[in-house]
């Protein structure tokens, strides 16, 4: 059922983690989880930290994304993934960290990325309380 | 003409020379490959970054573009100056070759009256540019305890300058670094880092396609939010590129000096050999000629 699967890109600045066909992708967008499967319309969004999880033939892999953007079209999905972390490998150290290193551009950061930078570390907190 | 236990320490010296100078180029080969891995393995994200930014930040898009990382914040009298080099030396030219790319640049500004401050990266290019700028120079990144270049060291560097930025320190920003090509030939390049230059030249491919796009939350809190991280890119895959540069650098500098000290070797050692043959026919005579006299 080659038509049902889609070509997806997870890229860090590190490394191309994942590259080939997948059945599906759920995507933790700031306005909101989304699923994407083949032939979705084109969309870019911005991602909030959160997990990412790739689904291909019944196996599934979770990752956890601090956060980056993703551009779906039709015939591929690319997602720029500032980190990814394993989601087995995620700790509270980790994202004690990145809520650290959040709350320090916060301080000097200009007025429009003040309020970016804010979600974001909401919802650092969340996962880090749900650890 | 020197003698012959002179010559001996001469080429046992040069010997040891010629065996540190081609293990340095056996490291540097090892290392080059990590680091041009690592770079090769930087460049898709970078691609796309770039990508993306020239689609929202084009001119036909919608967002009225106006964050002072896109389009600067009007001025450009001050200069931040971005030196990044390495942190040893033996690498032949290059750290002179950004220094002097550098010095050329800050000079011209200073020609025009702009303010320039200098950040130097590694320590090589500090200590070069310290004796004619070292009024100007404002800050210094150490590497020397950075076995391999991360993301998130390119992200303090940049942090750094984008806390500057926001203190209206400086209005443009330029960083120097050597582009790799290959292991023989790496070239000094200068990037302007902010305002964020677009290049409007594969602009028109992707007109048509990024009509269509929907954007989530808009397009200018998503530009809010890359700006920043296409700058660490940048300041990221320059050091890469620097890293893998440095080592290319190395690699040959260190190919030639192991070539050279062979030739000295060689150089020496016929003169060894002449001056012992000089001798033993000197002796020779002397026996001949004390035979004769007999």
């Known amino acids: 059922m080659a038509e049902d699967r889609f070509n997806f890109e997870l890229v860090t600045p590190e490394k191309v983690l994942i590259s080939g066909e997948i059945d599906s992708v759920c995507i933790p967008g700031v306005e909101g989880d989304m699923t994407i499967f083949a032939n979705h319309s084109a969309l870019a969004t911005a991602i909030r930290p959160g997990y990412l999880e790739v689904k291909d033939s019944g196996k599934s892999e979770i990752y956890f994304l601090a956060g980056g953007f993703v551009e779906i079209s039709q015939k591929e999905v690319i997602l720029l993934a500032e980190k990814a972390t394993l989601g087995s490998e995620v700790s509270v150290e980790i994202i004690a960290e990145l809520i650290e290193k959040t709350e320090r551009s916060l301080k000097h950061a200009l007025d429009l990325q003040k309020c970016v930078l804010s979600k974001k570390l909401n919802d650092l907190t969340s996962i880090k309380d749900q650890l | ?294």
């Not at chain 2, 293990?23 to 393995?41: D, F, G, H």
């Not at chain 2, 033996?90 to 320039?116: E, P």
């Not at chain 2, 540019?129 to 993301?151: N, P, Q």
């Open chain 2, 1 to 294: 003409m020197p003698n012959l236990k002179d010559l001996k320490i001469r080429i046992e010296s040069v010997k040891s020379t010629r065996k540190i100078t081609k293990a340095m180029q056996m490291v540097a080969a090892a290392k080059l490959r990590k680091a041009q891995e690592a770079a090769e393995e930087a460049r898709p994200y970078a691609n796309r970054m770039t990508k993306v930014l020239n689609k929202l930040a084009g001119p036909s898009s919608h967002s009225s573009a106006d964050s002072p990382l896109l389009i600067g914040n009007g001025k450009s009298e001050k200069y931040l100056v971005i030196v990044a080099t390495s942190e040893r030396g033996l690498c032949g030219a290059f750290n002179s070759s950004i220094v002097r790319l550098a010095k050329s640049h800050i000079t011209d500004l200073l020609a025009r009256g702009k303010g320039v401050e200098i950040l130097t990266i590694g320590k090589k290019g500090r200590e070069q540019l310290k004796r004619e700028f070292g009024d100007s120079m404002i800050d210094h990144v150490d590497l020397s305890t950075i076995k391999k270049m991360t993301y998130e060291e390119a992200a303090l560097i940049s942090e750094n300058i984008l806390e500057k930025f926001a203190k209206k320190e400086f209005d443009v920003a330029i960083v120097f670094y050597n582009q790799f090509e290959s292991v023989i030939s790496q070239v000094p390049k200068a990037q302007q880092l902010i305002p964020v230059e677009g290049n409007t030249e594969d602009y028109t491919n992707d007109m048509a396609e990024e009509l269509s796009y929907v954007y989530e939350p808009d397009e200018q809190e998503i530009i809010e939010d890359l700006l920043p991280k296409a700058i660490t890119t940048k300041i990221f895959t320059a050091l890469l590129e620097n890293g893998a540069s440095e080592q290319g650098a190395r690699m040959s500098a260190m190919d030639n000096a192991t070539r050279n000290a062979g030739e000295m070797i060689d150089k020496l050692t016929i003169q060894f050999n002449r001056s012992r043959q000089a001798a033993i026919t000197n002796e020779l005579i002397e026996i001949i000629s004390g035979a004769e006299a007999l």
